[in-house]
Antibody, heavy 118, light 112 residues
Framework: EVQLLESGGDLVQPGGSLTLSCAAS????????MNWVRQAPGKGLEWVST???????YYADSVKGRFTISRDNSMNTLYLHMHSLRAEDTAVYFC????????????WGQGTLVTVSS | DIVMTQTPLSSPVTLGQPASISCRSN???????????LSWLQQRPGQPPRLLIY???NRFSGVPDRFSGSGAGADFTLKISRVEAEDVGVYYC?????????FGQGTKLEIK
């Protein structure tokens, strides 16, 4: 069974940094494209970042230059390194795995809450 | 960037009746490989999203056949043939045709 478990969410001050982790199990992690998607309180889904199986990375304009996605295939873990955090980054952050060959996220974690506030 | 626009944003439906959600993009979602990467996801209250449909019309594993997707190019539709109580939630279209992905605003399906 595929499992994705996010961690690292916290209350952080504006301008601060935080790293989120997503521990993956139940599938061959290095064979799949992985994503971060966020959802601000009461709002819709917003794509944040994607990392391919060869390590190529893509970012939403809203986080480009501030967030870095990475993966450790030996640890079956996905990361999101977040810097220069803003109030508008407050959200539940989900990691999601793509369905092979479909470019569609078929498995999601439960999410971890990041709150940016002074 | 590709902007996805869903209509309606709210859809009150009677149990057993059909429902339909439209999703339009501001440019074609046909990828250079010839596939059209448009998906539909459902998010029930308090839950993470769930994949329903991928590449326009392909139902994901375990998704009831009352859900169907259609469309082409930049104009897509999700239909539920007979709405059940468990279908309550927010539905999102998502494009992954470009390296910068994007979601529609979401359509809230509720029971009348």
């Amino acid at each position: 069974e595929v499992q994705l478990l996010e961690s690292g969410g916290d209350l952080v001050q504006p301008g601060g940094s935080l790293t989120l982790s997503c521990a993956a199990s139940g599938f061959t992690f290095n064979n799949f494209v992985m994503n971060w998607v966020r959802q601000a309180p009461g709002k819709g889904l917003e794509w944040v970042s994607t990392i391919g199986i060869t390590g190529n990375t893509y970012y939403a304009d809203s986080v480009k230059g501030r967030f870095t996605i990475s993966r450790d295939n030996s640890m079956n873990t996905l990361y999101l390194h977040m810097h220069s955090l803003r109030a508008e980054d407050t959200a539940v952050y989900f990691c999601a795995k793509d369905f092979l060959g479909s470019l569609a996220p078929d498995s999601w974690g439960q999410g971890t809450l990041v709150t940016v506030s002074s | 960037d590709i902007v996805m626009t869903q209509t309606p944003l709210s859809s009150p439906v009677t149990l057993g009746q059909p429902a339909s959600i439209s999703c339009r993009s501001n440019q074609s979602l046909v990828h250079s490989d010839g596939n059209t990467y448009l998906s539909w996801l459902q998010q029930r209250p308090g839950q993470p999203p769930r994949l329903l449909i991928y590449k326009i019309f392909n139902r994901f594993s375990g998704v009831p056949d009352r859900f169907s997707g259609s469309g082409a190019g930049a104009d897509f539709t999700l239909k539920i043939s007979r709405v059940e109580a468990e279908d309550v939630g927010v539905y999102y279209c998502m494009q992954t045709a470009r390296s910068s992905r994007s979601f529609g605003q979401g359509t809230k399906l509720e029971i009348k």
